[in-house]
């Protein structure tokens, strides 16, 4: 957030070099020289300062060097005296209205010393079964592992933490024996708010005065959107019928028509190890798994560890070797283990430099965006318009280092399906929580393929449910991205449509890949011909044939190696006829 700056008083700063000010919303070129509070900067990279992220020279390293002092002599500011504005109290989500001592004015901004109320901790109220150790809300389970809830014993489907077993019926848990029995939450205390000091703070241009609602409480201001993008307008209707008018026109350079997209991990799961030098050709896009949160270090830093088993130098000449051959080479963010936290301006600017110097280090083409954590909505959370530091801080720290890389930088996303699809049914929590962001990129993005495994029934537009691991599933999921969908059900609160050349769908490579979800490559087949040709479709039928589909994706590339990559090999065939 932008800070009243310190009063200068008489200080003369010495003369070098005058350039233009630095303005916020103003497009710089790499090497633009600027003027910002009294001294000088040189732009690193080509970028756009939207308006109202708080991009200005002096807070953003990753975007420029400070090369001197400006001859330009700032003008004095005279001193304010403050007026005696009444302070807010805190809502419930932490935030607190905040009065500028010299204009009244305020806005949102998150203290240090005020968190949301903590959620209760489950815990369990009967005797655990014998030999079968009781759930723990704080203790990582991996697929396979069992625990005990009451007399009732549960497996894990796939990686969990904090996910209560029984609560919901596609969670990660599975009955295996026993009564189903949710642990009963421990009642916590809300803790009683104290009041902050009162920062100097002023309003972004842009934002929006909201007069105060009582006599002791302040207005405040609603800062604008700080990744801008233009708004695809659509007529709210029970099911939306019309394809929306894509807001931009596609970089066709970038990707082939068609592509299959597959994640090769340096970890070995179950399904062995590979170079990446043989990963086959009839794979496109390759998604180096993962890149996440260095939990050691502070906020936002992230991290991308190589395991013992390679060569970093061999695995650098490797990715060269397979974009010489036309193959695009991206890190993916994320996995079910890889949880970054950007919370703040700081852990953003530490983002934008950590993920860009991994990025740059290896060459890699662009980011591939899993995260499978923290990525929880609030009600406050318009998809347009969006509040939650994480969410936001996403945003913008994916547009910083795209401007980085400039316009060839590949952008991709690998949400799941509650993320995405299952904000129809209910927006709130995770449910459409990669909605603001897909939102919010959605001008920069290549390709989303949301993973089509790991999950169960979900809601389509037509009112009926569908089952992964069936035709229906991928023809409905996936066509409520290309016809858009309505939040939470709500005719007032509709999704816009992705191009065509933007979507595609995720699928486990074998049975063994994922908890779930899979289906034969013949199958698979069946819901791409509905999709792009409107032949072979089950009960679901979509209004419009979509030609321009993307592809499709896989988890993953190791597991594709133990079939010989049928996978690869028959959709790339299916494609190129």
Known sequence: ????????????????????????????????????????????????????????????????????????????TATATPLACPIGTPNQYGYWKITNPVSCSTEWVITATMTPPPSPTPTATATPVSGTPAWSSTTIYNGGARVSVGSAVYEAKWWTQGNVPGADQWGPWKLVSGSAMTPTPTPTSTPTPTKAPCPIVTPIPGSTWVPPATPSDCGYWIPPTPTPSPTVTTTPSATPSATPTPSTTPSTDLLPKHVVVGYWHNFDNGSGVMRLKDVPAEYNIINVSFVEGDQSAAKGTAAFVLDKLFNEAEFIADIKLKQSQGTKVLV????????????????????IKTLGDIIAKYG?????????????????DDYRKPVTPQIVNVIAGVKAIKARFGEKFILTMAPEVNYVQGGHGYYGGTWGGYLPIIHGLRDDLNMLHVQHYNTGSIGATDGRQYSQGTVDFQVAMTDMLLTGFNLGGDVNKPFPALRPDQV???????????????????DT????????????????????????????????INWDSKQNYDFAKKHSAYFNK
């Open 525 to 556: 087949h069946k819901a791409l011909d509905c999709l792009m040709k409107l032949q072979n479709c089950g009960s679901y039928k979509p209004a419009k044939a979509q030609p321009d589909l993307r592809g499709i994706m896989t988890w993953s």
């Open 332 to 351: 993916s963010l994320g996995g079910a283990n890889g949880v970054i936290v950007i919370d703040s301006l700081e852990a953003r600017e530490r983002f």
């Open 1 to 76: 957030m932008t800070r009243l700056a310190t009063l200068l008083g008489g200080l003369l700063l010495a003369a070098s070099v005058h350039a233009a000010s630095w303005q916020e919303g103003n497009t710089y070129q790499v090497n633009t020289v600027v003027d910002y509070n009294g001294k000088t900067y040189s732009a690193l990279v080509t970028h756009t300062a939207y308006v109202g992220a708080g991009w200005n020279p002096a807070s953003t390293p990753t975007l420029w060097k400070e090369t001197g002092t400006s001859s330009a002599t700032p003008t004095p």
């Open 504 to 522: 595609g769908f995720g699928l486990p490579a074998t049975t063994s890949a994922a908890g779930g979800g899979y289906l034969s490559i013949a």
């Open 364 to 380: 890699f083409d662009g980011l591939d965006l899993d995260m499978e954590n923290n990525l929880t909505i609030t009600a406050q």
